[in-house]
């Protein structure tokens, strides 16, 4: 009984990803882009303006098959693991609205960079949609190593 519960612990163990929400901007590199927000910093109305999020790529209803060409999808700061899905908090989700003509293949939990105009979406049902969107987005593939580069612990 102990061994399917241990492989069960590791296969979890191993679909931990670092939860993005409370981390604080630790520097900003690079001065010929939009400023890096975090994910705490949305609840302080940022207002419309272009900025750079960091988050892991999910989708919401309908399901999106991973490798589908897509120009939408929602960014989120946790990724969940095996045992534990993501939090699907409207406060803590940004719809992503690719660039016109710029589909991306989707990988679910992905950690991306999301670049575009920050601004809060209107939707009918707040309990299960994303607050924020992101339109006119860039999104590129980012490197675990970023998150203790750009940011910090509280």
């Known amino acids: 009984m102990a061994v399917p519960l241990l492989g069960l612990v590791a296969a979890h163990t191993a679909t931990i990803r670092p939860d993005l929400y409370d981390l604080v901007v630790r520097a900003d590199d690079h001065p010929d882009k939009p400023p890096i927000s975090g994910w705490s910093g949305l609840t302080g109305g940022l207002g419309d303006r272009r900025i750079r999020m960091l988050g892991y790529m999910m989708d ?30 409207p406060e803590e989700m940004i719809d992503i609205r690719l660039r016109a003509g710029e589909p991306i293949r989707f990988r679910s939990r992905r950690l991306v960079w999301a670049e575009g105009q920050l601004s809060s979406c209107y939707v009918a049902d707040r309990s299960s949609e994303p607050l924020y969107c992101l339109t006119d987005a860039a999104v590129t593939d980012a490197d675990p190593g970023d998150i203790n580069r750009y940011f910090r612990n509280p």
């Open 60 to 89: 919401n209803e309908p399901a999106i098959p991973d490798g589908k060409l897509v120009s939408n999808f929602v960014l989120v700061p946790e990724a969940g693991a095996l045992l534990h899905p993501a939090h699907r908090i």
